[in-house]
């Protein structure tokens, strides 16, 4: 063995494989860089959708800035968020019925939509190299609860991260929108038509096409 041979830099941690089928490790390293890539475009829209909330409970509130955001972020969970969201609205003057509509309708959406995030925040990344996988030669998100060959038949791939990526991006813009309108600011969509635009969204990303 050379002592001096340098290690392959492969401007990446290598995830789990499983299975043990051939692949080239070009493959593995572009099916890397399109899982991140998808990966990281999703959890930055679901950011977006959850700094957007934070704009509606300083409104229904009318704390400072400073004060409403950091009173909104404190608690750890997305559905504690929401609760004192919800809290505040149950006891608001300031938006109009149409627009109460659409954030109640919002922050519940949201609420069925944050199942998909916790999945990317708490799954094991894994290559698939298993010949007669549909997911044969890439990257995806699997469980930690199951064995990974059991749990790559439930995995998140780059599909699903690119379907809840426009999903968030649909209802972080709707929720802008709407803020927008009550703030007295010209939107394009009245907040009726923003809650139908909403109510078409589907409540879960990610599920498996059979």
Not at 118 to 136: C, I, M, V, Y
Request: charged share 25%; glycine share 4%.
């Amino acid at each position: 063995m050379n002592q001096n041979r340098k290690p392959i830099n492969l401007g990446f941690c290598m995830p789990p494989i499983i299975g043990r089928d051939i692949f080239n490790i070009a493959e593995l390293a572009e099916s890397q860089r399109e899982f991140h890539l998808a990966f990281g475009q999703a959890l930055g829209q679901w950011a977006l959708i959850e700094e957007r909330l934070s704009y509606w409970f300083e409104a229904a509130t009318r704390m400072p800035y400073k004060m409403a955001r950091a009173m909104f972020f404190s608690p750890r969970t997305f559905s504690a968020r929401t609760d004192i969201l919800e809290a505040a609205l149950r006891h608001n003057f300031v938006f109009c019925h149409c627009s109460l509509e659409f954030i109640k309708a919002a922050t519940t959406k949201a609420g069925k939509l944050s199942s998909f995030r916790n999945r990317l925040a708490h799954g094991e990344q894994s290559f698939d190299a298993r010949k007669d996988s549909p997911t044969f030669k890439q990257t995806i998100l699997i469980s930690g609860k199951d064995i990974p060959e059991t749990a790559a038949d439930n995995a998140v791939t780059v599909a699903q991260l690119n379907e809840a990526t426009a999903c968030f991006r649909e209802v972080a813009r709707l929720l802008m929108d709407v803020f927008e309108f009550v703030s007295g600011q010209r939107t394009p969509d009245t907040p009726v038509e923003c809650l139908r635009l909403l109510n078409e969204l589907p409540d879960q990303v990610g599920v498996r096409k059979p």
